[in-house]
């Protein structure tokens, strides 16, 4: 049996039951979004839930898009949409819907409820319709044109539609209850006139249904069985219900809620990320440190890490913020299994091996994967010019510092052992190079059991391919940016900083550059193709959790 999708929660224990009493015996999820955005983090779990759970029970997954509201949505987002979903791994196949397939039927329904006098047309103006709904401690109060005959609905109702009244001027309602407890069943408004281009509709329509009338129609209409959407529409579903008995449609989808994700340091709401990008805080929706799905890909998180994340969060009733460290080690957890190592120096310091032969190279085996043999192996070259880590090298090191420093003796990985001679300074002062040696016995890291604690990464300098690393750190430094009254204030300043200078093995660029590497001591590192420079660009994926700093003190 294939490992499940959707790990074991209150929604496939419904399912199992509905299945069980023969309430239906095919399940048909939906994915709805609305094409005013990029989808982000949190619509990661929302698609793993609706398609993970049909392709559990050999269902279907619609992909529907919610296009009810055309001001907002447009051809680019819906395309983003699609190619987020797939690379996120998963299929609509055929399934693909809109709301707005649906309007002629909508309409029609529209109809049938003035027709049975649920719903009437009134003229009120927007802010007397807000007065005089209520809120949560005082009841509504009817409309003035709540009585309209059918007949009068009826003709005004067309009228609407034929464009004869101004935007906003007239607005259809469903006739519920204006002094039910729950504020959505007061007369909720179910059409308005809009006059605006629509981006699959075209200007065919000046009226546009609302959303709480729209999605449940187009579950019924798809045979949609489990509609499963966030906490919020909690209190939307009467009206979901209210709508699909008082109209002629022989399937009752049951609407149930989980809660929605949510990640520290990070929003997740389109209208938030949209003033990211329009501010130009960030360099577009796939900015590798926003929480959308198309930065999290160019930032190089493979999908599967996500969705194992996903997984791990579970589904619930339950509000939470879900600590963005449990998402990095997911990701660190998936890429410590399948990411090759390669050497990449971030901050290059030149070092030169004195008693090495001038012009010699030498081609070192160098394991792809310490654990795991399967990735085989590959030739370094050596020589004698080589960069190692600024980082690597203390002028006054303390007998803990098992790097290079005058006198100290270093581990090239696979390599040879070298000991630093001698530091040569610029005019500013700073170290520009290293004058070292090495012995000629300890090719592939050993020499006569003496024993060398440090072990550093290096690159030969003629061979070396010149590369732009891009080093990200959270874009928010506040665990809760969205509970802040401007979560503008909230912008980490030093989100990213980019080292021009940085060096990686040959062979590697160009390869196969969908592969994500470990640079060892390092971090995990993606190509990001997206802009076109002389040099490539190399995105931190996510960090380490620096084991060789813990292990060179606990072994000093
Ligand atoms: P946003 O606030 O980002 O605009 P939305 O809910 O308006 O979110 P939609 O495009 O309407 O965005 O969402 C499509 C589906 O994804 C809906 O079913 C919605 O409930 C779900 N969804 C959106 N955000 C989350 C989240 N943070 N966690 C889980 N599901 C989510
Ligand atoms: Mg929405």
Not at 35 to 48: D, E, Q, R, V, W
């Amino acid at each position: 049996m294939t490992e499940k999708n959707v790990v074991e929660n209150f929604i496939t224990h419904i399912i199992d039951e509905d299945l069980a009493n023969h309430k239906h015996n095919h399940v048909v999820t939906r994915f709805p979004p609305e094409p005013n955005g990029y989808l982000h983090i949190g619509h990661a779990k929302s698609i793993c839930l609706n398609f993970g759970v049909a392709a559990d029970y050999q269902g279907t997954c619609h992909l529907r898009f919610d296009d009810t509201n055309p001001e907002k949505e447009s051809r680019e987002y819906a395309e983003a949409i699609k190619q987020d979903i797939q690379w996120f791994g998963f299929d609509w196949h055929e399934n693909q819907f809109h709301a707005s397939d649906y309007f002629d039927r909508l309409y029609a329904f529209a109809e049938e409820l003035i027709e049975k006098g649920l719903a009437y047309v009134d003229d009120q103006s927007p802010e007397e319709m807000r007065e005089n709904r209520g809120d949560f401690n005082r009841p509504g109060t009817d409309s003035p044109f709540r009585d309209r005959t059918v007949a009068e609905n009826l003709q005004l109702f067309r009228a609407m539609k034929a464009g004869e009244y101004a935007d906003g001027s007239k607005v259809l309602r469903a006739k519920i209850d204006m002094q039910s407890g729950n504020i959505n069943m007061r007369d909720p408004v179910i059409y308005r006139i809009k006059r605006m281009h629509h981006i699959n509709t075209g200007d065919a329509w000046c009226i546009y249904p609302m959303y709480d009338f729209t999605h449940c129609i187009s579950d019924a209409i798809e045979g949609i069985t489990h509609s499963l959407c966030t906490l919020e529409f909690e209190d939307h579903r009467p009206l979901y219900d209210w709508v699909l008995e008082h109209i002629d449609i022989d399937c009752h989808p049951q609407q149930i809620e989980f809660s929605r994700l949510n990640v520290s340091f990070t929003v997740t709401s389109k209208r938030r990320l949209s003033q990211l990008v329009e501010q130009g805080t960030v360099d577009g929706w796939n900015d590798p440190r926003m929480s959308t799905l198309s930065g999290l890909r160019r930032r190089g998180y493979p999908p599967a890490a996500i969705r194992s994340f996903i997984k791990s969060v579970g589904v619930s009733k339950k509000e939470s913020v879900i600590s963005m460290t449990v998402l990095e080690d997911a990701i660190r957890n998936h890429l410590n299994k399948t990411a090759p190592r390669v050497m990449g120096v971030l901050r290059p310091l030149k070092v030169v091996i004195e008693n090495y032969p001038e012009g010699q190279v030498e081609m070192l085996s160098g394991a792809n994967h310490p654990q795991d043999e399967s990735f085989g192996s590959r030739e370094i070259p050596f020589s004698r010019e080589l960069y190692v880590e600024q980082s690597d090298y203390q002028e006054n090191a303390n007998r803990k510092f098992f790097r290079l420093t005058e006198g100290r003796e270093v581990r090239l990985r696979h390599a040879y052992y070298i000991t630093c001679r001698e530091a040569i300074k610029n005019e500013a002062g700073e170290v520009v190079e290293l004058r070292c040696t090495y012995d000629p016995e300890s090719r592939g890291g050993t020499a006569d059991g003496r024993k060398v604690k440090g072990t550093i990464h290096w690159i030969s300098a003629a061979h070396a391919a010149p590369i732009e690393v891009r080093l990200y750190d959270r874009l928010f430094n506040h665990p809760k940016p969205a509970s802040l009254e401007n979560f503008m204030d909230a912008i980490n300043p030093d989100s990213l900083e980019i080292l021009p200078n940085a060096m990686l093995e040959p062979g590697i660029a160009g390869q196969d550059d969908e592969v994500v590497y470990q640079f060892e001591r390092n971090a995990y590192f993606k190509r990001d193709k997206t802009h076109e420079t002389d040099k490539p660009i190399y995105n931190q994926v996510v960090t380490m959790r620096d084991s060789w700093a813990k292990i060179e003190q606990e072994s000093g």
